[in-house]
């Protein structure tokens, strides 16, 4: 064989291999584990390798026009507001994740003597009214103190104050033709009298992630109501560990809102759930038991609800103000 048909016969072969590997890489090697945040796009994230980890997905900008599993189908979809100024090392913005273990809460042990709420039937009514104060747990200070941590990265000004709930809920709430979409407000109560919001900061980010709390997940907007914008620790589940979790609340259309565990008492995570953070099974209704459609909690955004799957009621309550 000569050089030259020796040196084009290397030559072929190298080319073949390199054609290989660039076939293998394109097709067949590992691809990272990614959260995409952008709205009404399918997301790709290994949900369980990323919880096994400890940390949770973003859900910056995951916001829809229709109800979508995993997002929120907002009645908002322009954010432009403001909230916690600095980003936190707990939060991987690259890598679309947080870590819960990493963020610093903001500090104070404020009690709330004067807290009160309560929940009366009233043939298909359940009347709720209240102070919007938590009655089972202490806050922390607000304004956040210039010698907290937390001031680092989150200067909410606003000052924690009584609010006057009145909710006239359906107490045998029906699901809706089509599901409704979240505001910024008040999204539901839960049974300590505390509000629940959605997900999204002012600026449409992952308020959970970004937003300093306190140690029940809790803090005020700009009229000084106090919310939770995900499952707060500080809730009680009176259930034993393999029981499905107790009512810890109602969404505004009437729907139960449960706490962090189904049926046999595995924890729910958005697969488990519909495009609302819901799911149709036997639960304990008004002290029976009943096949109803409720809400879970879970790790995973959008935490508490993602669309209203019956018709909301009005609560007259102000849209929040800056910062959330």
Not at 8 to 33: C, D, H, M, Q, R
Not at 214 to 228: L, M, N, R, T, V
Not at 289 to 295: D, R, T, V, W
Request: with cysteine.
């Amino acid at each position: 064989m000569s050089n030259k048909t020796l040196t084009w016969l290397i030559f072929v072969i190298l080319i073949s291999a390199s054609a290989t590997a660039v076939v293998y890489f394109i097709f067949f090697a590992e691809k990272p584990v990614s959260v995409k945040q952008n709205s009404d796009s399918e997301e790709t994230t290994d949900i369980s390798t990323i919880l096994e980890s400890g940390l949770l997905p973003l859900g910056n900008d995951k916001y829809s026009t229709t109800a979508k599993t995993g997002y929120i189908y907002s009645c908002q979809t322009s954010f432009n507001g403001g909230g916690a100024f600095n980003t936190g090392e707990w939060i991987d913005e690259i890598n679309g994740t947080w870590d819960p273990k990493g963020k610093p809460i903001v500090d104070g042990d404020v009690p709330w003597d004067n807290a009160t709420v309560s929940f009366e039937l009233q043939g298909l009514n359940r009347n709720v009214s209240g102070n919007g104060l938590p009655t089972n747990h202490n806050t922390g200070t607000y304004p956040i103190q210039t010698t907290d941590d937390a001031y680092d990265y989150d200067r909410n000004p606003n000052t924690i104050s009584a609010q006057e709930i009145g909710l006239e809920l359906n107490s045998d709430p029906q699901i809706a033709n089509s599901p409704n979409c979240l505001s910024m407000g008040m999204i539901a109560i839960t049974l300590n009298g505390v509000a629940v919001f959605n997900a999204f900061d002012a600026a449409g980010r992952d308020a959970p992630a970004y937003e300093i709390l306190d140690k029940c997940d809790g803090h005020p907007e700009s009229s000084g109501q106090y919310h939770y914008h995900n499952y707060s620790k500080c809730l009680e589940d009176s259930t034993g560990s393999n029981q499905h979790s107790s009512i810890i609340g109602y969404a505004l259309d009437g729907f139960g809102f449960f706490g962090l565990k189904g049926e046999d008492g595995t924890q729910v995570t958005n697969d488990d759930l519909d495009e609302c953070h819901g799911h149709t099974h036997q639960v304990e209704w008004d002290g029976d038991e009943e096949s109803i459609y409720h809400y879970h909690v879970t790790e995973e955004f959008p935490y508490t609800i993602g669309c209203f799957k019956g018709t909301p009621v009005q609560t007259g309550q102000a849209v929040p103000g800056l910062p959330m």
